[in-house]
């Protein structure tokens, strides 16, 4: 039964408890209590629990006046009861207890408990009634030290709550109360905050000109009230009576210290540089003269705040020692300056977050890329060698292209590694030690690295890494390698004579055919065609190879083309820029083109013209493929030229000119405008040819989900054409003219197939989120299963339902969407929604361990290895929901279990239920051992001590109670560390579950 040890009424309670009337009836029980190591309850929770008491009897009567009626109320006298004014002077005998700490004050008390309590103290010290944030101007020079004490105070706590709130800007989640109906004294509702807020920055140039002045005062002479200056009423109390000389003096370096630091980290929130330049160097002297800060009553400023916040505003600090972590930012911008050192102190301290050495390692290499950077030749398998030692001691998964990078660099990459790890062999521990072993003995046996096994083997602190059966595979490997392969079979001299034949004409013309054939240079082979030429061959050279075809269009140009070397030359030429074109070699494939246009540019006639035109659509054909094919890096041709041709392109269907571009250069020239954002220009054109109609519609939705962020229905094309393209086939197939345009079998599956195509050259991030929601929710809509449905951006957008929609064909949709998300994750592999949505996919298609690999991916992602909290408003419920799922079905019921604690109200039920269906685990104990202590639930654990209790499994509740423990151990921690705790089990949980389904 839970007991409130404030509240009367509550019983059974201790008799050690003291009630909170005992305080006011013998105000010595006060400091006797919270001066205990630990109290229970704390001193913030006296004082919450005092003015929450002193509101509930507040008299009604007593009416709040703002500062600038002053005058009205310096006559007024309270019409408080005692036991409120008690209630009021036990508050501030606990704040002054904590000599007014308000990094205690803000974190441990609501905002508005906060400004109540200000509002007592200047009640007591002033005999005045003022409503924050509207306090009287008070004159500075000729007030008591009481009241200037309340002064600074408050104006400090304003400066404070407006950064507190900036930095801290969410509630904290309410505490869950076991009696019904009740309501946490410490919840405020985010509006009132808010509200608070507001109107303390609408005053803030009050409070800095007061701070201001304050620090401008000579003969400053600052009292702190302590807990004896406050006396508790009696019975016989006829007024209230403070003793003002039992307040404790402080030295004006101590009181003007706190201030100016204030005043540093307020500036320092609002980017005012330099002021904060010069309030964090008073500061710093200030405290210099303090000396020891830990007997310091009233300052509370922290040695290494203070440093870190000197270091930030450029103030020599003679004193700092930087850290790793700040010693590597500042060597990346003095261009990597003893880089390596910092990088191999940190191999054995191991201080630097690794998100932070795996980033320095990718702006290296993608710095060396773009040719923005020059760095030492050795620098990036440097940082590579040992960012892979760091990993290896950390025992975390290793990704990435280590191995082939230190192969690929030959004998100085293997120098290099061994070097990181000669680095830390004698500084670490020996299951570290062990670590590096295996890992030297996997690179062994996978053969990768030419020259491992020796450079173990001749170094005694290596071997004495691995024992003997170790040793035994490490010498296989080398004796393996140190085999002598015979001269004759390295070299093609056998000592045969050579023999002299004589060539005839065919075998000559033969050869030059193979050399045509083979060489791509243009000078060889218009060359090699001069020569053909001579030889008086009866048939065209360009029939000499059956694999040169070239598209109708540009093939009948080519055959109208006198008989003779250009036709040969240009046929040959532009099938072999296909060849390349369609093998990636896009560079080479444009030389040919740009070579022969300017070949037939020493030509005249209509044919020449033509064919002209037709080579440059056919280098913007080369020069769309190349971008597509090189996405998202844009960077390898003037994109806004392109732009330019593939719209003038275009703009050709519309002219006169006879002089037309074939189908796949409008195609893709229209999906690279797609890609390139140009939806204005898509959206205008006229869509008399299919193959626009399709990207403008595309590009509609994209146009209006820009605009209106998805917020509302757009236009139905898009919809309509793909319902088109999968609608069921009725009529029975038939030959279709050139002109016809859809309405039978054959055109359903066209359309089909051409939509398919589209979606394959799509790359813009919006145009594939539109596509792939669309895909999406036709894929729900057919199915019609609202737990089985694909969850993404957009959804929103499309019809929910479908006319006979028992016609289409469901698997055709799903593997569409399967091969676009692949196509997306493949150019995107960090965009969160699309790694959600094909985890969705395979979830409903029966894939489980395909559905966990993609959902612990996209967590990956949003918590940056799960080195941040995993964000709520990316990763849902209903993602780990299907993740339990998951386990479920691949019969991980632990697993399952541990992931019902990551829903945001745990679901108990079905916790127990996994965990009841773990009849026997075949999860080896170390594994056991570790799911076990990533829960941090103490019910679920009860129900798993109760169910191995239940089933004589001695170990594994040996295990629950032992983590259970654990948890009890730090019950008395704040809620901020416990919430950290939390999120560190869930990091280690999820990293786990990536070890076994992600790598």
Known sequence: MDVDLLRPGTVPISPDTILWFEFLLNPSLLEKHISKPSPDPSPTDLIIKFMTINNDHKDPEIKIIDGESIDAISNLTP?????????????????????????????????????????????????????????????????????????VLYHRWHLRAIIFRALNNRQSKQQFLHNLGMQDSTFISPGLTDDIVRKLEGNISITLNTLNAVLQLDDLKPKVLSVNTFQMLTEDSTEIKQNWNNMISITAEEFKCQIHYDLAIFYL??????????????????????????????????????????????????????????????????????????????NIVREIPEVYRDNLELDIQGGLTNRKMIVARDLP?????????????????????????????????????????DNVLDCVSESDKKRIAQYLLYLNLTGEIEGLANKILHSPKYVNLFNDKELDEIKKEASFNDLEIPTMLLTNDWGVPCNTYTRTMRVEIFDLEQRLILSYNPIEIHETLIRLDGTNCTKPLWKINGSWELPIPLQSVVMSLPRGFLQDYSYILLAKSRELALGKDFERSKELL????????????????????????????????????????????????????????????????????RQ????????????????????????????????????????????????????????????????????????????????????????????????????????????????ARLHNVLRDESSLELNTQYLALWPASVPNSNSYNIRNIGEILFQLLTQALKLYPSNVSWLKSMGDLNFVLGFHESAMKYYLKAIMVSSDLFSQPVPRAQIEDFVYRRMIKCCAHLQCYTQAAVLCQFLED?????????????????????????????????????????????????????????????????SNNNEEIQREAANTRKAKFLRALSKQYVY
Request: net charge negative; aromatic share 8%.
């Open 79 to 151: 019409n408080w009861t005692h036991k409120n004014l008690a209630l009021k002077i036990l508050s501030l005998k606990v704040a002054a207890y904590l000599q007014w700490d308000l990094d205690i004050i803000e974190k441990k008390l609501p905002l508005p408990l906060q400004m109540n309590l200000l509002q007592d103290l200047f009640f007591i010290t002033s005999e005045a009634i003022v409503e924050i944030p509207g306090i009287p101007d008070y004159p500075l020079t000729t007030i008591s030290d009481q009241l200037l004490f309340s002064i």
């Open 269 to 346: 929130l609002r980017e005012e540089y330099q002021s904060a330049k010069h309030h964090i160097s008073q500061a710093h002297n200030f405290f210099q003269i303090l000396g020891n800060s830990e007997n310091l009553f009233y300052c509370k400023v922290k040695k290494d705040w203070l440093e870190g916040c000197c270091l930030a505003c450029h103030v020599p600090v003679e004193t700092i020692k930087p850290s790793l972590t700040q010693q590597l930012l500042s060597s990346v911008k003095d261009q990597f300056m003893n880089i390596i050192q910092i990088l191999q102190t940190d």
């Open 381 to 421: 398998l440097q940082i590579q060698c040992l960012n892979l030692v760091r990993k290896i001691l950390e025992n975390e998964v290793i990704v990435g292209d280590y191995v082939s990078d230190i192969r690929a660099a030959g004998v100085r990459g293997l120098e290099v590694f061994f070097s990181a790890v």
């Open 594 to 661: 740009t070579v022969l246009s300017a070949e037939v540019q020493h030509h005249t006639g209509n044919l020449t013209f033509k064919l002209c035109r037709l080579i440059s659509w056919e280098i913007l054909l080369v020069e769309i493929w190349h971008c597509l094919h090189s996405w998202p890096g844009t960077n390898i041709c003037d994109v806004h030229a392109l732009v330019e041709r593939a719209k003038l392109c275009l703009a050709a269907l519309q002219s006169t000119d006879k002089v037309l571009p």
């Open 664 to 775: 796949e250069v409008i195609e893709f020239s229209t999906i690279f405008l797609l890609n390139m954002t140009e939806w204005d220009y898509l959206t205008t054109l006229e869509k008399r040819w299919s193959y626009t109609e399709f990207a403008a519609a595309i590009s509609s939705v994209c146009q209006d989900v820009v605009k209106y962020k998805g917020g509302r229905k757009f236009s139905r094309e898009a919809w309509d054409m793909v319902l088109a393209a999968f609608a069921p086939n009725r009529d029975p197939p038939q030959k279709r003219s050139a002109g016809s345009s859809g309405g039978s079998g054959n055109s359903s599956r066209d359309s089909m197939a051409g939509i398919s195509a589209t979606l394959s050259r799509l790359r813009e991030p919006t145009a594939l989120s539109v596509m792939i929601s669309l895909l």
């Open 906 to 970: 745990v679901d108990y039920a079905l916790a127990f239920k996994m965990a009841a269906s773990d009849q026997k685990s075949c999860a080896p104990a170390d594994a056991m051992d570790a799911y076990y202590h990533c829960i941090w639930d103490t019910t679920i654990l009860e129900y798993l001590i109760y169910l191995h209790t239940k089933r004589g499994e001695h170990h594994r509740k040996q295990l629950a109670i032992k983590v259970i423990g654990l948890l009890e151990l730090n």
